[in-house]
């Protein structure tokens, strides 16, 4: 049944042809909640975030009792558009092989909720948004968040729509890090988790990337201090470039071996010269022009730096086992053998915290050289996890 006077959940509503990602900041292609000054949200930074929107989508039917909703956390470049026709790029939502009638997550049996993190440009309040003070874009005006503050706007969206509990939490990279966040915040309203490709802290190493990117971003002339919305501008060729630099960090060295070598592009010799001429090279080339048609370089900034400030058990007294003591919510850890972003080692500390807290925990970790973006893709054995997890939790809570 659909919740009485909340007609927004019937999933996706139709959309227009792909449309430019700033059309998208304020009046996104997807269902929103407003929150205004009488519901701020009070952020990690101690600034209240006093107009608030989020952007979100659902599939599915929510059941009378409200129990079978699950809640998928976007990673970093992701949004709301899980599984549904994306209304900028036109392509198929990036978990639409999992998320569906029959799949693993399954809408026939599930209510599948997915927003735009807090920060994100496709609809949810970030630095694209219009400020409500000066009737401009935030910019750099809008307060540094992190992933509790994604967490805690989550928690209010659900609010919104009359969830209380959550069946399940579920997401990968940085959406496993808002899962272990949901986990430690509100384990009351999860019956169980799934974090996916994540770690309990963000490394030095990946602090390292993410500000090689951002520096791309903010050494491109046209980023003007973060004021480039104001003039009509985009600092593409900077984002571009981190979004390079970040995409060789989600493969593996075997899987770019197989699929380009050294294997040139449309051509038979090198030019000598500084286009092109490796298959590498362009497609990495094509991964950071067509990024910048859907991603605002701002939100870059903000999303990149609440990943970084992300250190679960800095916030229990450096006791990671602490986050999750007495916790009722039943997880399922998942890495990939070829991922050295957040490698195998790193979701292993996550799972001895949860065993010394006395949780309940799974672990699998997935045979595969198609390194960190693995959980994007058709990976059967991951499938086969999540199908089976969530259907065993489902029958302990009486979900059938």
């Known amino acids: 049944m659909m919740i009485a006077g909340e007609s927004d959940l ?5 959309v227009d042809p792909p449309t430019g990602a700033l059309n998208q900041a304020d009046n996104p292609s997807s269902p929103v909640a407003r929150f205004g000054p009488d519901d701020s949200l009070l952020l990690d930074s101690g600034t209240r975030l006093d107009h608030l929107q989020i952007a979100y989508q659902t599939y599915g039917t929510l059941n009378a009792d409200r129990s079978n909703a699950i809640l998928l956390c976007h990673a970093l470049t992701g949004d709301q558009h899980a599984s549904n026709i994306h209304p900028v790029t036109g392509k198929p939502g990036w978990w639409a092989t999992l998320v569906g009638p029959g799949k693993p997550v399954d809408t026939d049996r599930y209510f599948v909720i997915c927003s735009n993190v807090l920060g994100g440009c496709m609809g949810t309040t970030g630095p694209a948004s219009i400020n409500p003070r000066t009737a401009k874009p935030y910019g750099l005006d809008l307060p540094v968040i992190t992933v509790r503050d994604m967490v805690r706007a989550q928690a209010r969206l659900l609010d919104h729509l009359g969830i209380a509990t959550l069946f399940s939490v579920m997401g990968g990279s940085m959406g496993g890090m808002q899962v272990l966040q949901w986990a430690a915040t509100y384990p009351e309203r999860v019956f169980c988790a799934l974090p996916i490709a994540a770690g309990a802290r963000h490394t030095s190493q990946n602090i390292a990337f ?9 050494a491109d002339p046209e980023w003007r201090a973060g004021r480039y919305l104001d003039n009509g501008g985009s600092p593409r060729k900077g984002l571009a470039v981190a979004r390079m630099a970040a995409h060789i960090t989600y ?11 050294r294997n040139l592009q449309d051509r038979d010799k090198p030019t000598f010269g500084f286009d092109a001429d490796f298959q590498i090279e362009s497609y990495l080339r094509h991964q ?8 605002d370089a701002n939100s870059y900034l903000y999303l990149t730096r609440a990943m970084d400030y992300f250190d679960l058990a800095e916030d229990y007294s450096g006791r990671l086992a602490n986050a999750f003591r007495e916790s009722p919510t039943r997880f399922c850890v998942v890495s990939f053998t070829s991922d050295w972003l ?4 790193e979701n292993k500390v996550v799972v001895r915290a949860l065993n010394a807290a006395g949780a309940s925990v799974s672990f699998v970790e997935i045979d ?3 390194g960190h973006d693995a959980f994007l893709l058709e990976e059967p054995e991951l499938f086969d996890t999540i199908r089976g997890f969530l259907s065993s939790a489902a029958i302990a809570r009486g979900l059938g």
């Open 10 to 14: 019937a999933g996706a509503p139709a």
């Open 210 to 218: 993410h500000e090689v990117g951002r520096q791309a971003v903010m």
């Open 251 to 261: 493969l593996s060295e075997p899987a770019l071996h197989r699929k380009f070598g």
């Open 288 to 295: 950071g022009m067509t990024f910048v048609d859907r991603f």
């Open 342 to 345: 957040f490698p195998t080692v």
């Open 368 to 370: 595969t050289d198609r």
